[in-house]
C-alpha cells in the first residue's frame, strides 16, 4: 500500500486520454476521453481509502480496457472489478478509515442534503469510530465537490446521484442497529437501534420490524416444518454486519455498471489498452477469510508482474549480453505454493 500503482495508472490513462483525445466534441459536448478520466474520482470515492501509509488507498482491484479506432482517437472503456474489501465498512484498524463516500457526505453534503438523509456527524456513527474518523490530508469536503462532478459528467441522472448517496447513509445507519443481551443466546434490537435502523429501511424500501426480526432470529427448515430460533448478540451483530456489506456491494456494483453504461466501448473500437490496478497488501491486527483472499490475488497478480518485468525481461538481458545491475526482487512463491497446494 502506497507504492503508487492507482496514481501510475491515473498518469497512464490521463496520456492515453491525451494522445487519443478528440479535438473538437459537436455542440459542447463532453468528450469520451473526459468521461474515462471522470471515473476515477467516483471509482475512488466509492472504492478507496485513507491507511497509515496512503491517503487514497485503493480497497478493490479493477482493469480498465480503452478502446481506439484506427485512427488511435479514444473510443470508450469499460472497467471490471474485483475483491472489493468490504470488511472495512464495519471495522478499521487504528489509522485506517472506511470508503471516502461516507466522510464525503458528512462533511461536503448540504445542510438540507443531510437532514433528508439522517445524517449529521461522523461522531454519531459506530461504522466510522472504529479506526480514524478525520484525516488532516483529506479535504472531505472538497472531494465531495469533485465527486459530484464527476459523477454528472459521467451522466449520473439526479435521481441517481440522490438514490446512491441516500443508500450509502443507509449503510451508516445499519451500523447503529445496536442490540440488547436478553440471554446468553437471545438478544432484541435497543430502541435507540430501532431508530436507525428504520432510517435505513425507509430508504431501502424494507419493513423495519421485519429486519430486526431478521437480524434477531434465525428461520429454520427441515422436509417437515419451518420454525424460528433465537440468535445470540455475537450472531445478531455479525448478521447486521454482513447485512450492511451486501448493500454496500450492490451500491458499488451499481456506480461501477453506470459508469460503463456512460464509457462503454462502441463497436467502431479496433484495438485495447488494458491497464490493472490491484491494491495494496494489508495486515490488519485482524485479518478475515476475505483478507487472505484479497492478499492472496495480490501476490498472485505480483508473480504475474515479476515474472514478465524482472525474470522475462533479465533473461533477454543475459541473452543480448547486456550490462547491467542485477534487479535483486522479493519473491513470494513458496507462499503461493502453500496456500495452492492444500
Known amino acids: 500500500s502506497g ?25 459542447g459536448a463532453v468528450r469520451i476521453e473526459q468521461q474515462v478520466l471522470a471515473s476515477n474520482p467516483v471509482l475512488e470515492a466509492f472504492g478507496n481509502a485513507t491507511t497509515p501509509l496512503n491517503n487514497n488507498s485503493s480497497r478493490f482491484g479493477k482493469y480498465i480496457e480503452i478502446g481506439f479506432d ?20 464495519v471495522f478499521q484498524d487504528k489509522g485506517h478509515r472506511t470508503f471516502h463516500v461516507f466522510y464525503q457526505i ?10 433528508r ?23 472531505d469536503a472538497t472531494m465531495f465537490g469533485e465527486t459530484l462532478e464527476s459523477m454528472k459528467l459521467m451522466q449520473f441522472s439526479e435521481e441517481d446521484i440522490e438514490s446512491v448517496f441516500k443508500v450509502a447513509a443507509a449503510v451508516l445507519h445499519i451500523g447503529n442497529a445496536d442490540f440488547q443481551k436478553l440471554s446468553e443466546d437471545q438478544c432484541e434490537v435497543l ?11 425507509a430508504t431501502l424500501g424494507l ?42 456491494q450492490r451500491l458499488f456494483a451499481f456506480v461501477v455498471r453506470r459508469i460503463n453504461e456512460c464509457i462503454s466501448v462502441h463497436e467502431t473500437s479496433v484495438s485495447t489498452i ?9 495486515h490488519f491486527r485482524v485479518n478475515s477469510f476475505e483478507q487472505l483472499c484479497i492478499n492472496y490475488t495480490n501476490e498472485t497478480l505480483q508473480q504475474q508482474f515479476n515474472d514478465h518485468i524482472f525474470r522475462e525481461e533479465q533473461k533477454e538481458y543475459q541473452k543480448e549480453r547486456i550490462q547491467w545491475d542485477f534487479v535483486d526482487f522479493e519473491d513470494n512463491q513458496h507462499v503461493l505454493d502453500a496456500i495452492d497446494k492444500r
Request: proline share 1%.
Open 106 to 115: 458528512l462533511r461536503g453534503a448540504s445542510d438540507a442534503d443531510r437532514e
Open 191 to 201: 430502541s435507540g437501534g430501532m431508530k436507525h435502523l428504520r432510517a435505513a429501511c
Open 3 to 27: 507504492a503508487g500503482k492507482t496514481e501510475s495508472t491515473k498518469i497512464a490513462m490521463q496520456y492515453l486520454a491525451d494522445v487519443g483525445g478528440h479535438q473538437q466534441s459537436s455542440g
Open 274 to 282: 488494458g491497464i490493472l490496478d490491484i491494491f495494496g497488501f494489508e
Open 70 to 89: 484506427h485512427n488511435g482517437m479514444v473510443m470508450g472503456a469499460s472497467i471490471r472489478t474485483y475483491l472489493l474489501e468490504k470488511s472495512r465498512i
Open 117 to 139: 438523509w439522517g445524517i449529521s456527524n461522523s461522531d454519531t456513527f459506530k461504522y466510522l469510530c472504529n479506526g480514524t474518523a478525520a484525516s488532516q490530508n483529506v479535504d
Open 207 to 248: 419493513d423495519a420490524d421485519a429486519l430486526a426480526e431478521a437480524l434477531t432470529k434465525k428461520t429454520i427448515t427441515t422436509p417437515t416444518e419451518s420454525f424460528q430460533k433465537p440468535r445470540s448478540m455475537e450472531e445478531g451483530t455479525d448478521v447486521r454486519d454482513a447485512f450492511a456489506k451486501a448493500v454496500y
